[in-house]
């Protein structure tokens, strides 16, 4: 019988990066092709020169891969692009976590995305919303007309809200708000190029002038979820039972709650992962962060993204919910071998699943963090990172590294300088 693989493997960070990439070929039967655009940084000279304006060169950074995700009943391998230590071996650690809870369940709305037409001049508001409304079916049309194969895809324009707002410091003005299902891409160009087909029909019925045609990156019409549960044994550290790790946590997360300082700290956490995601994956992650951090103000106070609390089995329960406009096509995802190998290795068949996969590693991110500073305090583990770096930089052999990281952390002399001599001392013995 055909055994699924697991995301779950033991000593991942351990082994040399060439395993590493070993592995990452069989688990996605990359060709050779892929795998030279993970040693090339995956973007010639040439395309990034076609890529932006004014380019010099190129801009590395490292791409890991996170274990243990465990999604809807499916394991994957997150591909993730970050220069700061510790967010892949947290996420990997955390889903670990949730897997012996049973792993994520996550779900994601249809694409759809919000584009704006800012409309003024109107010489009466109600009167051209009623003209607006009168022909909704007419505009929609419009908008797709000349939209390509997203419609044949079965995208397209949807809907049409209207968007009244009073005395701005310019006075009044109508918002249209065009619904759009862009399918498997994240959107911009579809949404843009269709608003920009219906403005001048928007004036000649409404008898007012369009300034903005743009999209909204607020996209909540287009959130991401994902949850799960972990067995509160599995949180015991230290001297401290479950038990205890699980009211920290759940104290962390009301902090949060409760405070917009707190909550930018709790969600750029959150945002580690997810954008680590994003740039891996050649998605817009500011696009994803303008959304990410606009929702999380949408009950008027700047709050949390997460929820933390305890079930009836005294468990930990965690949720998370936010607007996630990503694509698996266009964009970069199509113009950098980097990014297609990443979604190779995630093995992504939607955009949607993507989104769910972006929720549960921004939930994974959340738990690594807030675990960590309500119990041992976070530079603990950074500093056993940090330490196990420089044993590498003071040319310790792999297999050697952590035995000389964890002799530098007990020392608490954590530096270049005792590394070599440590490495040094190795060599003689
Ligand atoms: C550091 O990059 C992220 C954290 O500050 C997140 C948090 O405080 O929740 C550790």
């Known amino acids: ?83 700061e230590a510790s967010v892949v071996a947290a996420c990997s650690a955390a889903a670990k976590l949730f897997r012996q809870g049973g792993g994520f369940a996550a779900s994601a709305d249809e694409p759809v995305m919000i584009g704006q037409i800012q409309l003024l001049d109107l010489a009466d508001m109600e009167c051209a919303i009623e003209a607006i409304l009168a022909r909704k079916a007419e505009i929609v049309a419009r908008a797709n007309e000349g939209a390509g194969s997203i419609v044949a895809r079965g995208g397209g324009a949807l809907d049409l809200e209207v968007r009244p707002l009073r005395n701005t410091t310019v ?59 972990i067995p509160r044994n599995a949180l015991a550290m230290n001297d401290a039972p479950g038990t205890k790790a699980v009211h920290w946590i759940c104290e962390a997360a009301a902090f949060a709650e409760a405070d917009p300082y707190r909550a930018a700290t709790h969600n750029k956490g959150i945002m580690n992962g997810i954008d680590a995601l994003m740039l891996a994956t050649g998605n ?24 933390w609390s305890i079930d009836d089995s005294g468990n930990l329960r965690g949720e998370i919910e936010l607007p996630l406009a990503v694509g698996i096509v266009g964009g970069a995802t199509r113009t950098h071998r980097g990014a297609q190998t990443s979604l190779k290795i995630l093995g992504v068949r939607s955009a949607q699943e993507l989104a769910q996969v972006a929720a549960a590693v921004g939930l994974a991110q959340n738990l690594a963090a807030i675990r960590a500073l309500a119990t041992d305090g976070i530079q603990k583990g950074h500093m056993r990172l940090h330490a196990r770096q420089l044993a590498l930089a003071a040319g310790a052999a792999e297999e050697k590294a952590h035995a000389v990281a964890a002799q530098m952390v007990e020392e608490g002399n954590i530096g270049l300088a005792r590394a070599r001599d440590i490495v040094r001392a190795q060599r003689e013995r």
């Open 1 to 83: 019988m055909h055994k699924a693989p697991r995301s779950a493997i033991p000593g991942f960070y351990r082994m040399s990066l060439a395993d590493r990439q070993a592995i990452a070929r069989e688990w996605a039967g990359l060709s050779e092709d892929d795998l030279q655009s993970l040693n090339d940084s995956g973007l010639s000279l040439a395309q990034a020169d076609l890529m932006i304006e004014n380019v010099i060169g190129r801009y590395s950074l490292p791409l890991a891969l996170a274990t243990n995700f465990r999604i809807n009943d499916r394991d994957y391998l997150v591909p993730m692009v970050v220069e």
């Open 171 to 229: 006075g009044d003005m109508l918002i249209l708000h065009l619904h759009f299902d862009v399918r498997d891409a994240m959107g911009a160009n579809l949404v843009n190029s269709a608003l920009e087909r219906i403005a001048p029909y928007i004036e000649s019925i409404s008898g007012g002038r369009v300034n903005l045609r743009i999209l909204s990156n607020l996209s909540d019409r287009r959130l991401a979820r994902a949850s799960g549960t």
């Open 284 to 307: 817009d992650w500011r696009a994803v962060e303008a959304g990410a951090h606009a929702y999380a103000s949408r009950g008027g106070r700047y709050s949390s993204l997460t929820t």
